[in-house]
T-cell receptor
């Protein structure tokens, strides 16, 4: 069966510091991968998605970036965090090329910026 | 207008009650629909897909009305463990590369 791992679970970082969140998927190949952010009391906002290695689409302009160095690895990064980057970050995967397939989420990373 | 709209609630219902949530979507070309459940401070988890003919999974029934562009979720015989936020999710395109999440409807079931 497929599993998705995301770490760390919680993170407290000062403003201006760098960020690296990692997500890996097991049990499938060539998945679609996604990064979402959920601010407190708000809905899920799609940040990035990827349909293959090195292929990244950005949904909203921001100081975050994403990379997919391997088929089942998706990394969210920032060079300098802002206070507004606080939130609950979620990685998700879906099966590529199969219509009507939902997305499945990792446990999430709760990021607090001080 | 938001692509997916839900009543945020909360819906406070006693155990054993039947409760229904509605959700409207704006893109008439949407093809795939889902309900997710999200517990407090946890990740969303797929509850059920929504098919044109309607579908049922135990106490949960999902319906799709394409003409009116709304989706519903009916929960019968509510349990305390049903307390959560229910997210209506619509695929922007046929192959579900992008899902649009509603902000959720909060359900609180009390004894």
């Amino acid at each position: 069966s497929q599993t998705i791992h995301q770490w760390p679970a919680t993170l407290v970082q000062p403003v201006g510091s760098p960020l690296s969140l990692e997500c890996t998927v097991e049990g499938t190949s060539n998945p679609n991968l996604y990064w979402y952010r959920q601010a407190a009391g708000r809905g899920l906002q799609l940040l990035f998605y990827s349909v293959g290695i090195g292929q990244i689409s950005s949904e909203v302009p921001q100081n975050l970036s994403a990379s997919r160095p391997q088929d089942r690895q998706f990394i969210l990064s920032s060079k300098k965090l802002l206070l507004s980057d606080s939130g609950f970050y979620l990685c998700a995967w879906s099966a590529q090329g199969q219509p009507d397939q939902p997305q499945h989420f990792g446990d999430g990373t709760r990021l607090s910026i001080l | 207008r938001k692509e997916v709209e839900q009543d945020p609630g909360p819906f406070n219902v006693p155990e054993g009650a039947t409760v229904a949530f509605n959700c409207t979507y704006s893109n008439s070309a949407s093809q795939s629909f889902f309900w997710y459940r999200q517990d407090c401070r946890k990740e969303p988890k797929l509850l059920m897909s929504v098919y044109s003919s309607g579908n049922e999974d135990g106490r949960f029934t999902a319906q799709l009305n394409r003409a009116s562009q709304y989706i519903s979720l009916l929960i019968r015989d509510s349990k305390l463990s049903d307390s959560a936020t229910y997210l209506c999710v619509v695929a922007r395109s046929y192959n579900t590369d992008k899902l649009i999440f509603g902000t959720g409807t909060r359900l609180q079931v009390f004894p």
